[in-house]
């Protein structure tokens, strides 16, 4: 592999992991804020649901996107299988019930002291969002740090919806399975370099947000 190549790789990787990180952080992010303030059994339901959504195996929701996406889905119209965007769609499954599962707890937490400290300003419920907002956002971030590295080391959804196809939809996990299935190990290890290496960098920029949020 040259290093044209292992560029390629990389490129396809990130892009597909931030897109689909910054996704659902869309999605997260007010879903927590809803989750976390609210009250009543569906919200509860619903919290349940999300913890135990954060767990769902990586393959079944490339299955999904598979399903939903292939000639004979109700999604074929799109022409998406084995593309990028099923790549994302199939990402955004697995990262968005796993920053929600994160944030929501920290707004239970916070909301009693916050709520009544805004109550007996007191504050508009608008302006009270908007503080406690800018209160976690160094949560945000570090959850957000975590979806993104979740996505980067997963393999099975991005396999089933992106196809491995060389050039195209080949990211650093599915180019590592197919260079060991080849029995190309030096490839495979230089991959596994790399992707350990931005690992370690997205850790590294969490922990060091959470340190600064703890300060």
């Given at each position: 592999?040259?290093?044209?190549?292992?560029?390629?790789?990389?490129?396809?990787?990130?892009?597909?992991?931030?897109?689909?990180?910054l996704?659902s952080?869309a999605?997260?992010?007010?879903?927590?804020?809803?989750?976390?303030?609210?009250?009543?059994?569906?919200?509860?339901?619903?919290r349940?649901?999300v913890?135990?959504?954060s767990?769902?195996?990586p393959?079944?929701?490339?299955?999904?996107v598979?399903?939903?996406?292939?000639?004979?889905g109700?999604?074929?119209?799109?022409g998406?299988?084995?593309?990028?965007t099923?790549?994302?769609?199939?990402?955004v499954?697995?990262?968005?019930?796993?920053?929600?599962?994160?944030?929501f707890?920290?707004?239970?937490?916070m909301?009693?002291?916050?709520?009544?400290?805004?109550?007996?300003i007191?504050?508009?419920?608008?302006?009270?969002y908007?503080?406690?907002f800018?209160?976690?956002?160094?949560?945000y971030?570090?959850a957000?740090l975590?979806?993104?590295?979740r996505?980067?080391?997963?393999?099975?959804?991005?396999?089933?919806t992106?196809?491995n196809?060389?050039?195209k939809?080949?990211?650093?996990t599915?180019?590592?399975?197919?260079?060991?299935?080849?029995?190309?190990?030096?490839?495979?290890?230089?991959?596994?370099?790399?992707?350990?290496?931005?690992?370690?960098?997205?850790?590294?920029?969490a922990?060091r947000?959470?340190?600064?949020?703890?300060k």
């Open positions: 592999m040259d290093y044209r190549e292992l560029a390629q790789i990389v490129w396809v990787s990130l892009s597909v992991c931030f897109t689909s990180t996704i952080a999605l997260a992010i007010p879903f927590s804020l809803l989750l976390g303030m609210g009250n009543g059994l569906v919200i509860r339901a619903l349940t649901a913890i135990a959504l767990n769902i195996p393959v079944v929701a490339g299955l999904l598979y399903m939903l996406t292939s000639r004979s109700p999604l074929s119209f799109l998406i299988v084995f593309s990028k099923a790549m994302v769609m199939a990402q499954l697995v990262v968005t019930p796993l920053i929600t599962s994160v944030l707890p920290v707004f239970i937490d909301r009693g002291d916050f709520l009544e400290t805004c109550n007996g007191p504050l508009k419920k608008s302006k009270t908007f503080l406690l800018n209160e976690c956002r160094y949560i971030t570090s957000v975590i979806g993104f590295g996505a980067m080391s997963e393999v099975a959804a991005v396999s089933l992106g196809g196809i060389r050039h939809t080949r990211v650093l599915t180019a590592i399975m197919l260079s060991t299935s080849k029995g190309e190990f030096r490839e495979a290890l230089t991959l596994a370099a790399v992707l350990i290496v931005l690992v370690l960098i997205v850790n590294f920029l922990g947000i959470k340190g600064r949020e703890n």
